[in-house]
C-alpha cells in the first residue's frame, strides 16, 4: 500500500497538473478571440503598455499578433481588474467559509462562464466588427471580464491553499527546475526539492498540452470557437472542489472514510494486531482526519 506522503503528493501534483491543462487551453482561446490572456495577468501587463504606447501613436507598428492594431488599453485595465476582484474575492470567502472558499465562489462565477457561452454559441455573434456591428462588438469583447475572475480566484487559491503553488504561469517553475536540476548534479536533493521538480515538470506540460489541444480546437472549431469554453465553468468547479477537499474534507466524506475502518476490524481479535492491519490506511488519511474532532463538534454545535 503506498505511503501517506506519496499518496498525498500524488493527490496535489493531479489536481495542480488539471488546472494547469485548463489554463493554457483557455489562454489560447482567448487570445486569439479577445488579444487577451484570460489567466494570468503578466502578459496583460505587458498587452497594457502597448496598447497606451499604440493609443499615443496611431501610426506605430509594433507587428504581430495585432498587425499594428491593438484592443484598446482600457480593454487590459478591465482585464486586469477582474482578475484582481476574483483574487479579492477568493480572500473574503476563504475568510467566510474556511477551506470552501475556492468551491463556493466556483458555482456562480462556473455559472456566469457556462451563460455566457451558451449566449456565444445561441447569438452566432461574429469577432468581427464589420459583421456583427460597432455595440454588439463592443459586448462581445466585454465577454471576457467575466471570464477573468474565475482564474483570479484559481491564482489565489492555488496560491495560498495546499498546492502552494501557480497553476497558469511556467517562469517560476521553468527557475526551479534549472537551479535544483544543477544541485542534483552538486550533491543531490532532498524529497521536497524532487516532488517539486516533479510538479514543475507536470504543470508544464500541462499548459503545453493544454495550449495545443486549445488551439486545434480553435482552428477545427467555426470562426470565434464559439462553445470551445463550455466545459470550462463546470470543468473549473470540480477542481475547486477537489482543491478544498485536499485542504479539509467533506463531513460525509470523512464519514465514509471512517466507516470503511471501522469494517476491516474484526470482532475478537487483538486490538494491536488491528491497529497493525490498518495503520497504513489511518496514515493515508491521517492528514485528512486530523480535523476530525473539531469539525464534528463545530457540527454538532450548528
Same mark, same amino acid.
Given at each position: ?13 493531479? %489536481? +495542480?497538473?488539471?488546472? +494547469?491543462?485548463?489554463?493554457? &487551453?483557455?489562454?489560447?482561446? !482567448?487570445?486569439?478571440?479577445? !488579444?487577451?490572456?484570460? =489567466?494570468?495577468? =503578466? ?9 497606451? /504606447? ?16 491593438? /484592443?484598446?488599453?482600457?480593454? &487590459? ?12 474575492? &477568493?480572500?473574503?470567502? #476563504? &475568510? ?7 468551491? %463556493? ?11 455566457? #457561452? $451558451? ?17 454588439? *462588438? $463592443? ?8 471570464? +477573468?475572475?474565475?482564474?483570479? %480566484? #484559481? ?15 511556467? !517562469? ?6 534549472? =537551479? ?5 548534479? /552538486? ?56 482543491? *478544498? ?23 475478537? %481479535?487483538?486490538?494491536?494486531? =488491528? ?5 497504513? @490506511? ?5 492528514? @485528512?482526519? @486530523?480535523?476530525?474532532?473539531? *469539525?464534528?463538534?463545530? @457540527?454538532?454545535?450548528?
Amino acid at each position: 500500500m503506498v505511503s501517506s506522503d506519496s499518496w498525498r503528493a500524488a493527490k496535489h501534483r493531479m %489536481v +495542480a497538473w488539471s488546472f +494547469a491543462f485548463v489554463s493554457g &487551453y483557455t489562454d489560447v482561446i !482567448s487570445f486569439a478571440r479577445w !488579444s487577451v490572456f484570460a =489567466t494570468m495577468c =503578466t502578459g496583460n501587463f505587458i498587452l497594457l503598455g502597448r496598447a497606451i /504606447m499604440q493609443h499615443v501613436n496611431d501610426h506605430a507598428k509594433l507587428g504581430d499578433p495585432f498587425k499594428g492594431a491593438t /484592443m484598446h488599453a482600457g480593454f &487590459y485595465a478591465m482585464v486586469i481588474i477582474a482578475w484582481s476582484l476574483g483574487a479579492a474575492a &477568493y480572500q473574503w470567502s #476563504e &475568510y467566510k467559509f474556511p477551506g470552501r472558499g475556492a468551491s %463556493v465562489l466556483s458555482i456562480p462565477l462556473g455559472s456566469l462562464m457556462l451563460l455566457i #457561452e $451558451i449566449v456565444l454559441v445561441a447569438s452566432e455573434t461574429s469577432p468581427n466588427v464589420d459583421e456583427s456591428g460597432f455595440v454588439q *462588438d $463592443i459586448l462581445y469583447k466585454l465577454t471576457i471580464v467575466a471570464y +477573468a475572475p474565475m482564474f483570479g %480566484v #484559481e491564482w489565489a487559491a492555488c496560491a495560498a491553499g495546499r498546492l502552494a503553488t501557480n497553476t497558469a504561469a511556467a !517562469s517560476g517553475h521553468i527557475l526551479a527546475i534549472s =537551479t535544483l536540476s544543477v544541485k542534483h548534479c /552538486m550533491k543531490g536533493l532532498s524529497a521536497t526539492e524532487t516532488v517539486k521538480i516533479q510538479m514543475g515538470l507536470g504543470i508544464l506540460a500541462g499548459n503545453l498540452l493544454g495550449a495545443i489541444l486549445g488551439a486545434l480546437v480553435f482552428l477545427l472549431m467555426p470562426t470565434g470557437a464559439h462553445g470551445a469554453l463550455l466545459p470550462l465553468g463546470p470543468v473549473l468547479a470540480i477542481l475547486f472542489w477537489l482543491h *478544498d477537499h485536499l485542504a479539509k474534507p467533506l463531513s460525509w466524506v470523512k464519514a465514509v472514510q471512517r466507516r470503511r475502518r471501522s469494517n476491516k476490524k474484526s470482532p475478537g %481479535v487483538n486490538l494491536e494486531n =488491528t491497529n497493525a492491519e490498518v495503520s497504513d @490506511e489511518d496514515t493515508i488519511n491521517s492528514d @485528512e482526519d @486530523e480535523d476530525d474532532d473539531s *469539525d464534528d463538534d463545530d @457540527e454538532t454545535t450548528k
